[in-house]
């Protein structure tokens, strides 16, 4: 039972365009959700959030879109950065009690130079 | 600030061997969780700690998996015995307090092989 969706494994972009990385989730419930950037053999780190109230949060280069009715989020990244090249994944939390976060697969991003 | 620290990086061992892992969260971190990775798949939760009480540990396995969190500082997360299954990257995360969203800081992670 996936309950957040990265349907894309891999991306591949050119230096200086558009990053676009999608997430779909299930759970009507959820109400924050979370974008981690992983690259190899490190941890997670934390991107950009966003909270069910908004549709759209900036934070420099990064801006996460929030589509509640199509339980649909986005990553846009621009412009995009071969150091932006890692894997990225999406979280969602529903106000449960532990506030535990569900991750997606992931999105492997490679911008080329 | 130092990061969340876990030991060891890599670890090979037989199928029905033991193995532990050990992470030291933050300083002033409340919360504490324990993510398997298999290949392939994001992070899932184990087990989650406030201070050194357990407050989600629903998809651990029990019966293989212990973890402890002695005076809510250090943690370590056991398999006893480990199966083929379990070979998978162990990620150790800390937040500074639960009962509301928090960010998320994550360890380098242990990656185990089990053979």
């Known amino acids: 039972d996936q309950q957040v969706k990265q349907n894309s494994p891999s991306l591949s972009v050119q230096e200086g365009r558009i990053s676009i990385l999608n997430c779909d989730y299930t759970n009507s419930m959820f109400d924050y959700f979370l974008w981690y950037k992983k690259y190899p053999a490190e941890g997670p780190t934390f991107l950009i959030s966003i909270s069910s109230i908004k549709d759209k949060n900036e934070d420099g280069r990064f801006t996460v879109f929030l589509n509640k009715s199509a339980k649909h989020l986005s990553l846009h990244i621009v412009p995009s950065q071969p150091g932006d090249s890692a894997v990225y994944f999406c979280?969602?939390?529903?106000?449960?009690?532990?506030?535990?976060?569900?991750f997606g697969t992931g999105t492997r991003l490679k911008v080329l130079a | 600030e130092a990061g969340v620290a876990q030991s060891p990086r890599y670890k090979i061992i037989e199928k029905r061997q033991s193995v532990a892992f050990w992470c030291n969260p933050i300083s002033g971190h409340a919360t504490l969780y324990w993510y398997q990775q298999i290949l392939g798949q994001g992070p899932k939760l184990l087990i989650q700690?406030?201070?050194?009480?357990?407050?989600?540990d629903s998809q651990l396995p029990k019966d293989r998996f212990s973890a402890e969190r002695l005076k809510g500082v250090d943690s370590t997360l056991k398999i006893q015995p480990a199966k083929l299954e379990d070979s998978a990257v162990y990620l150790c995360?800390?937040?500074?307090?639960?009962?509301?969203?928090?960010?998320?800081?994550f360890g380098p992670g242990t990656r185990l092989t089990v053979l």
């Open positions: 995360a800390s937040s500074l307090r639960d009962g509301t969203y928090n960010e998320q800081f």
């Open positions: 979280a969602a939390s529903a106000p449960s009690g532990t506030y535990k976060y569900i």
């Open positions: 700690f406030q201070n050194n009480g357990v407050v989600d």
